[in-house]
Each structure stands twice: as C-alpha cells, then as structure tokens.
C-alpha cells in the first residue's frame, strides 16, 4: 500500500469512533496497568511470607516480570505493524485477569516465576499497544494526551497499594483478595477497545527512509533514557515500601501509603504536564524533571533514615519523574515516524531497567546494605541527566516532521 493511500486509510478508520474515545479507552487501560504494575512492590513481603523465601529470593520475581515485559514490548512493537492493535491489547488484558485469578492458587515459588513472567508479558504488550495506537490517533497533537494518558497509569498505581492494604484489612494477610480484585479491576478496559476499531500508522516512509541513519542513534540513546528512567522509578517503587521498614521509617500501613504517594505525586504531575505540555518545550520539561530527581535524591542519601524527609522524597520524586516518560515519547514523535517497531525499541530499554534495577537494588539490600538502595539510584538519576544532553543534542540535528494538524 503506497503511503497516500496508507494515510488516508488510516484516517477513515480513526473517524469511525471520535479520537477522544481512544483516548478514554486507553486511558481506562491504563489504570488497569497501573494497578498491576505498583502491585508487586507492596505485595513482596506477603509473597516471600507465603512461598517461604528470603527477599533477596522474591526479588527475582522483579525479575521475571521485566524479563516478559520485555518480551511483550518489544515483541509486541513488531506485531502492532502487522496485526489489528485492539485485538493484541484484548488478549493482553484477558491474560492480565486470568493470572490475578492464578496467582493466589499457586503459592509455588518456581511457578510464581513463571506467572510472573506472563503476567508481564501480558502488560507490556498492552503498554506499547497503548502509546502506539495513541500517537497513531492523535500525531503531532499527541503531546498532552500523551500526558494524560500515563496520568492514568499513576491513578491505578496510586491506587493499588490503597486497595491492597484496605483488603487485607478485610481479610487478613491472605494474598487470595488483593489479587483477585485486581483481576476484577482489569475487565473494563475490555469494553472500550471491543467497540473501537483499531487505528494505523498514518505516517507516510519518505521522512524515515531520508533520517534513518540519524534516527538509528536517536533511537539508542532515547532507549538508554527510558533505561535509567524506568530503572529510577521502578527501583524506588519496589522498595521503598521495604526500605522504610527495615529502617523503622514507617510502620506497615504508612510504608504502603508512602508507596501511593509516590505514584500520586506521579498522577499530579501527569495531570500538570497536561496543561503545560503545549508550552513548553520537551527538551526543557525534561532538563527539569532530571535536575529536580537528583536534588530530591539528593536529600534522602544526605538524611537517610529521617521518616519526614522520605515522605517528601517520596512525593518529590514522583512529581520530578512524573512527565519523562511521555514527554520523551512526544519529542521522538516530532523527529521520526513512530512504529511498532522503534516503539517496542524504546520499551526494551525501559523493560531492562525494570528488569535490572529492582533486581540489582534486592541483591544490594540483602548483602551490602539498606543506604546503598539511594545512593545508587542518586547515580541513576545524575547518569539519566547526562544521557538526556546527548538526546537533546542529537535530536536538533534532526529535521522536525511536518506538523499535520487534523485529528
């Protein structure tokens, strides 16, 4: 199919539903994904209680849930360029209940890994389906939705810890219920995205075939980024909750609550980057969320048992990491055609990072020392700054695309 007629294609097929009903369909998916993304973290202790193993041992359920994110990012990309987008992100979600239900019945170790492996295969290849189809949607216009759509990520996430304490309050310290309602919780995304058609690729090759040389180091060093972005959020995330209470910082229920804030500070922030999205460059909201990371960071290695510090560490960084991710998204879509493909790319760089990070912070927990958990995200974040100029620098020598106005 030749590109003119791709594209308009593609636009009879995004006006049989009105674009701001993608964007609730996603966005109601999203949630979902929030809330079995920030699940593991609080859950962690309950799940070494319950497979009797060490939390150096249950951390590598971190592991196996990155290793099949990856899989299903970047895997998944590539199936979004061939396949109905809808159809791959309803399997996605239909999987995501399927293992809420399983997990409480197989408290087996081994086979956790495997679930957990799934269970993250089947998330990322709904996040990439997410952010593909949205920029397919929405083009050059995608930046505040883009926003918007991971600000509803952060309300599942914010959420989760909340829901998860308030049912055990109901039932115990059983990790049947906390799943199971997640499982509940990941059904209505199946409604929307039944009654939409699925989107494509508007873009036309010409731009790509004339800057892929450019684009390909483009691509590695926005890869990077995500790397030690996600690797910062998905590190602090997972254990902060075991931090503060190895430390004596905070009992049970407020190492929970400081979990959601943190992901609420990420919700605000998001919610913010939507109003400001059309006004700020990315380049510049990005400079500014790193440099506000390493400051914050910066006061937990500096007082690093002190609880009110790490309540405001724990809403500083959520807000300082809350508009990375889809701002870098919205900057790589004004310098190249974004596909499946380079999309899944972007998601293995972020996949390793919560792959390699949570894993690497379990194993410096357990032998070396609780301290060092800060002090080495304090170097991811001052890395990410650093990788961010080089983005920054190669993506001015890039032409910025066409700017197509209609939605």
Known sequence: MDPITSTKTNNKTNKDGKPINYFIAYSICFIALGLGTA?????????????????????????????????????????????????LMIF??????????????????????????????????????????????????????????????????????????????????????????????????????????????????????QKQPLNG?????????????????????????????????????????????????????????MLIAKRIKPSKLLIGNFILAIVILGLAITWPTSSTVMWVVSAGLGMALSSIFPTLLALAETRMKITGTITGLFFLGSSLGSTLVPMILGQIFEYIGSYQIMLTLFGLACAGLLVLIFVILASNRVQEKPRNLEV
């Not at 990155?66 to 899989?71: D, E, F, I, K, V």
């Not at 997640?182 to 010409?206: E, M, V």
């Not at 430390?247 to 605000?268: H, P, V, Y």
Request: with cysteine.
């Open 92 to 209: 996605a979600l239909v999987l995501m209940v399927i293992i809420g239900i399983v997990i409480p019945l197989t408290p087996i170790f081994s086979v956790w890994l495997l679930v957990m492996f799934l269970f993250g295969l089947s998330r990322g290849l709904l996040d990439v389906g997410c952010n593909v189809n949205l920029v397919w949607v929405f083009q050059s216009r995608v930046g505040p939705y883009m926003n918007g759509l991971h600000f509803s990520f952060g309300v599942g996430a914010f959420l989760a810890p909340i829901l998860i304490t308030f049912v055990m309050s109901l039932f115990g310290e059983s990790i049947t219920w906390p799943y199971w309602s997640l499982a509940i919780l990941f059904i209505p995304g199946l409604i929307g995205l039944w009654r939409l058609k699925s989107p494509l690729n508007p873009d036309p090759d010409t731009h790509e075939q």
């Open 39 to 87: 699940s593991l973290g609080p859950m962690l202790p309950f799940l070494a209680k319950n497979a009797a193993v060490s939390l150096a041992q249950i951390s590598f359920l971190f592991t196996t849930d990155s290793l099949g994110y990856m899989l299903g990012s970047v895997g998944g990309g590539r199936l979004y360029d061939l396949f109905e987008g809808h159809r």
């Open 217 to 273: 180091q483009l691509i590695f060093l926005m890869s990077l980024l995500f790397f030690l972005y996600v690797g910062v959020e998905g590190g602090f995330s997972g254990w902060i909750f075991t931090y503060a209470m190895h430390l004596g910082i905070a009992d049970e229920a407020a190492a929970s609550f400081m979990t959601s804030i943190f992901w609420g500070s990420i919700t605000i922030g998001r919610l913010i980057s």
